[in-house]
């Protein structure tokens, strides 16, 4: 099993910056690509960006795409989730994901059933 703990979360003014970490526990070795999900009140939960199990390719939502930034370090088994110039529509609970198949091409996992292990989530809210 593997075990992800976000952290991170809080309270932000619009146009303000969050760096969001996951780390991973247990069978890290099973992890492959890694992904961040969000869920805001009365929403489902969607996709906002996944990086391969190297770091060198990643994709993101199109509501995302030039704001925020995914990154990882293998040797501290922690992923990253640099959010900028955030907006009250990014308010939402994030959720960390890890995902065990290889050879995952980041572009196709975007959907909540392809990945096998969640973090609790940590709450982020973007005062306007």
């Known amino acids: 099993q593997v075990q992800l703990l976000e952290s991170g979360g809080g309270l932000v003014q619009a146009g303000g910056s969050r760096r969001l970490s996951c780390t991973a526990s247990?069978?890290?070795?099973?992890?492959?690509?890694m992904g961040w999900f969000r869920q805001a009140p009365g929403k489902e939960r969607e996709f906002v960006a996944a990086?391969?199990?190297?770091?060198?390719?990643?994709y993101y939502a199109d509501s995302v795409k030039g704001r925020f930034t995914i990154s990882r370090d293998n040797a501290k088994n922690t992923v990253y989730l640099q959010m900028n110039s955030l907006n009250p529509e990014d308010t939402a609970v994030y959720y960390c994901?890890?995902?065990?198949?290889?050879?995952?091409?980041?572009?196709?996992?975007?959907?909540?059933?392809?990945?096998?292990?969640w973090g609790q989530g940590t709450q982020v809210t973007v005062s306007s």
């Open positions: 990086i391969s199990r190297g770091g060198s390719s990643t």
């Open positions: 994901a890890a995902r065990k198949a290889r050879g995952t091409v980041v572009s196709t996992v975007t959907t909540v059933d392809e990945y096998d292990y």
């Open positions: 247990g069978r890290t070795f099973s992890v492959n690509a």
